[in-house]
């Protein structure tokens, strides 16, 4: 019944079936929902809201999709460290990426004004690209934990 010849998970041409490939899996994965609820964002947020919400949309857009990647980033690189430099590196991109964020936030809200980007806009997209991004990163890893064996 189960012919492991046959099995796609052991196909070459599987993306997940390479264990050296998981992160660019994770990220494909992650993005792509990603990209699609993006775009419907950009879409209601100009329909809605005119330029300013097609402006609040393509921010929110950037800046989730910038900090998840750099997230991913930092784990590829660290995949083969020690546990404690591991936890140090991600410890510190977290702190860095928190503080970016705070001053890339105080500077949009202090240099432009809300006919420019509309702030509404700006956060639920933001909040439905957090949600949608993790929820393809934990699918994809879902995937990749059966296809990578790992232990449980």
Do not use: C
């Amino acid at each position: 019944m189960n012919d492991p010849e046959n099995d796609p998970k052991n196909d070459p041409k599987n993306e997940m079936s390479n264990k050296n490939n998981w992160q660019s899996t994770l990220w494909k994965r992650a993005l792509l929902p990603s990209l699609f609820v993006s775009s419907l964002a950009l879409i209601l947020g100009s329909l809605l809201k005119g330029s300013a919400g097609l402006w609040g949309a393509l921010l929110a857009t950037f800046t989730v999709l910038i900090f998840f990647s750099v997230h991913l980033g930092v784990a590829s690189l660290t995949r083969k460290m020690d546990p404690a430099s591991t936890m140090a590196l991600a410890m510190l991109s977290y702190l860095l990426k928190i503080t970016f964020m705070a001053l890339f936030l105080v500077l949009v809200t202090r240099l432009t004004s809300p006919e420019t980007i509309d702030r509404t806009v700006f956060g639920a997209t933001s909040i439905v690209l957090i949600f949608t991004w993790l929820a393809g990163e934990i699918r994809a890893f879902l995937k990749l934990r059966s296809v990578l064996d790992v232990e449980q």
